[in-house]
């Protein structure tokens, strides 16, 4: 079965830092790897995905992650924060031609000072 | 993307009853979702439920406590029955909308408090 770590339990940063919040999964076959966020007091959204092609993607509000299938890795990165970005961060796996469903990582809390 | 409406968006149960929460979605979609996220956790997936058989519930949740409808393509039920504190969370559905991984889109959730 799939699973998913996030080593980050709460980042603490300051604007204009930069930010790269690890993931990594545990499935032999290939998957589908996504990035939510949710805001305070607000439901998930996606930040990206990826699902094919290009390892380097990039998503909303400046986010990009890189899959290295060969860590078994989809880090989430912004090379400059913002105050606005202060939110709790979950990676998401998917394992294709397994199942359809999308197991969570224990999520990453940012908090970012202006 | 898939447009979810959840109800009730939230509740306040006393223990020792039983909620009812709905998902309905704006087209039909293949398979449902629900899933848990307790105070300050990230999210559990609970069970995934598709159109005309029983729902396939993850480790640690069974049917007796958390039964599942899915009478047709865009509409599924998830019962939190005999509900204690520990039950208190938020509730999701959540549909995956064509190509398998291509994206996956959530309700706005329900909060259950229950005393």
């Known amino acids: 079965a799939q699973s998913v770590s996030q080593h980050n339990h709460h980042v603490i940063l300051s604007e204009a830092a930069s930010l790269e919040l690890g993931c990594n999964y545990s499935y032999g076959g290939t998957v589908n790897l996504f990035w939510y966020v949710q805001y305070p007091g607000q439901h998930l959204q996606l930040l990206l995905k990826y699902f094919s092609g290009d390892p380097l993607v990039k998503g909303i509000k400046g986010f990009e992650a890189e899959f290295i299938k060969s860590k078994f890795s989809f880090n989430l990165r912004k090379p400059s924060v913002q105050w606005s970005d202060t939110a709790e961060y979950f990676c998401a796996v998917n394992a294709r031609g397994n199942t359809d469903k999308l197991i969570f990582g224990t999520g990453t809390r940012l908090q970012v000072f202006p | 993307s898939a447009v979810i409406s959840q109800k009730p968006s939230r509740d306040i149960c006393q223990r020792g009853t039983s909620l009812t929460i709905q998902c309905q979605v704006d087209s039909q979609v293949t398979m449902m979702f629900w899933y848990r996220q307790q105070p300050g956790q990230s999210l559990t997936l609970i069970a995934t439920?598709?159109?005309?058989?029983?729902?396939?519930?993850e480790s640690g949740f069974v049917i007796d406590k958390f039964p599942i409808s899915r009478p047709n393509l865009t509409f599924s039920t998830l019962t939190v029955s005999n509900m204690s504190p520990e039950d208190s969370s938020i509730y999701l559905c959540?549909?995956?909308?064509?190509?398998?991984?291509?994206?996956?889109?959530f309700g706005s959730g329900t909060r259950l408090t229950v005393v």
């Open positions: 959540s549909v995956e909308r064509g190509l398998i991984g291509n994206g996956y889109t």
């Open positions: 439920a598709n159109q005309g058989s029983e729902a396939t519930y």
